[in-house]
C-alpha cells in the first residue's frame, strides 16, 4: 500500500559528510537547503503523523549530465530528510531501490510504500 510520493524538482545533492567544523561551508549550507525543501515537499503530500510500520523506499534520480555523485548518497539524502516527516525513523526501512536515469529535466521521484 502506498502511503505517499512526490517529485522534487531541480538537480539532486548528494549526502555528505558533516563534522562540526565543516557546518557552515557553502556546499553543506547548500546540502541542508536541499534537505529542507525535500522535508517540506514530504510534510505536503503526507499531512498526518509518521507511520510505524516497516516500509520500501524507490527513488529516481534524474540528472542532466555534470559531475555525479553515488546513486546511495543521493538516497540517503532523500531517506533522512523523510525523517520524524513520513516514517518515525529510517530503520524502518526494509526494502529500497534506487536509479539514477540521464534526462533534461532534473528532478527526483520518490515512492514510499508499506510493506
Known amino acids: 500500500m502506498k502511503i505517499c510520493s512526490f517529485t522534487v524538482p531541480g538537480r539532486a545533492i548528494p549526502a555528505i559528510r558533516m563534522n562540526n567544523r565543516m557546518k557552515r561551508t557553502k556546499r553543506n549550507m547548500k546540502y541542508m537547503h536541499y534537505r529542507n525543501k525535500i522535508g517540506w515537499i514530504a510534510k505536503s503530500e503526507h499531512a498526518v503523523p509518521p507511520v510505524e510500520c516497516d516500509i520500501g523506499v524507490n527513488v529516481n534520480v534524474y540528472l542532466n549530465g555534470g559531475n555525479q555523485g553515488d546513486v546511495d548518497n543521493y538516497?540517503?539524502?532523500?531517506?533522512?530528510?523523510?525523517?520524524?516527516?513520513?516514517?518515525?525513523?529510517d530503520r524502518q526501512i526494509k526494502e529500497m531501490s534506487a536509479r539514477k536515469i540521464e534526462c533534461k529535466d532534473e528532478r527526483v521521484e520518490v515512492v514510499v510504500y508499506e510493506l
Open 75 to 89: 538516497f540517503k539524502t532523500i531517506t533522512d530528510s523523510m525523517n520524524k516527516i513520513v516514517y518515525a525513523d
